[in-house]
């Protein structure tokens, strides 16, 4: 899956990372591992925190540079998820 953030760079999740590039894609500037295997959706908040959802129901928040802020359980599989620009889940 792909996002593109606020200020134009992509963000791009992989089997089991995160990754942020450059504008035009050619310069990857920072990628970390998810805390959870089998990542489904992602989206990039408001404030330019990385969502994530997985199968197994956790829904994980980091910073732009992978810092875990915070992570929840809703106890069912997951397929996407999306933060409104006032930051609702």
């Known amino acids: 899956a792909k996002g593109i953030a606020g200020d134009g760079s992509l963000w791009v999740l992989e089997e089991v ?3 942020h590039y450059n504008k035009d894609g050619s310069q990857r500037l920072l990628s970390w591992d998810l805390p959870h295997w ?9 404030n ?9 129901g956790e829904v994980s928040v980091q910073t732009s540079d992978g ?23």
């Open 17 to 19: 990372h995160v990754s």
């Open 38 to 46: 089998s990542p489904r959706g992602f989206d990039i908040g408001p």
């Open 48 to 56: 330019g925190d990385v969502y994530v959802s997985y199968a197994t």
């Open 67 to 89: 810092e875990l802020v915070r992570e929840w359980s809703l106890g069912a599989e997951l397929a996407a998820i999306a933060v409104d620009p006032q930051g609702f889940v």
